[in-house]
């Protein structure tokens, strides 16, 4: 059984950055497909980005792309998001994932273990 602990969310200003952590414990966390998503008042889980088991490939949602980047340490079994650029459309709960296997997907469904969520406002 996989527990993820997010951490890093606030408040800031449009412009500004953020770095999301994603402390991972139980099972070989390093085998484990790892995402970030998020989730606004009134909208879908939307993901935002995932990561393969080694960290050397990424898929990114649409909205993020060149903005965001998502990478891990798997000698610290810690997930990251930095976000870069930020604007009110960002504000959101942001969600760590996790998965078996080496298949990143964009569904949440896909995704067996999550955190309980970090919030980030960005204000305008």
């Known amino acids: 059984q996989v527990q993820l602990v997010e951490s890093g969310g606030g408040l800031v200003q449009a412009g500004g950055s953020l770095r999301l952590s994603c402390a991972a414990s139980?099972?070989?966390?390093?085998?484990?497909?790892m995402a970030w998503f998020r989730q606004a008042p009134g909208k879908e889980r939307e993901v935002v980005g995932a990561i393969s088991w080694s960290g050397d490939s990424t898929i990114y949602g649409d909205s993020v792309k060149g903005r965001f980047t998502i990478s891990r340490d798997n000698a610290k079994n810690t997930v990251y998001l930095r976000m870069n650029s930020l604007n009110p459309e960002d504000t959101a709960v942001y969600y760590c994932?996790?998965?078996?296997?080496?298949?990143?997907?964009?569904?949440?469904?896909?995704?067996?273990?999550w955190g309980q969520g970090t919030q980030v406002t960005v204000s305008s």
């Open positions: 139980g099972g070989t966390v390093s085998t484990y497909t």
């Open positions: 994932a996790a998965r078996s296997g080496s298949a990143y997907y964009r569904s949440s469904s896909r995704y067996s273990y």
